[in-house]
């Protein structure tokens, strides 16, 4: 199943994205070919404000698994996080 995990950042917390983005990036890669897709979002002035993710898994429980151990999420860095099914059409 695909799930698409939705995340904002709170207000000011660049610094704990840059800081933590090393071992984000490790923990991302750590899930292989179940990682279909992953960036960061970006704001007006371009500066990363969020990220968007998109896993292959078995279950909503395992999408929230990942989510909770984001090292991001871990520090603190997120306002809102999302989880949705996904359903990809194209291509």
Not at 17 to 41: C, I, M, T, W
Not at 42 to 67: H, T, Y
Request: negative net charge; aromatic residues 8%; contains cysteine.
């Amino acid at each position: 199943m695909l799930f698409v995990i939705r995340c904002i950042d709170k207000k000011n917390h660049l610094a704990v994205r840059q800081e933590n983005r090393p071992a984000h990036v490790d923990y991302l890669k750590s899930f292989g070919d179940q990682l279909v897709a992953a960036g960061p979002l970006l704001d007006k002035d371009e500066q990363m404000c969020g990220s968007v993710v998109i896993l292959d898994l078995p279950d909503r429980a395992a999408a929230q698994n990942f989510a909770a151990g984001d090292p991001y999420a871990k520090a603190g860095l997120f306002e809102q996080v999302t989880i949705d099914r996904w359903n990809k059409v194209l291509p």
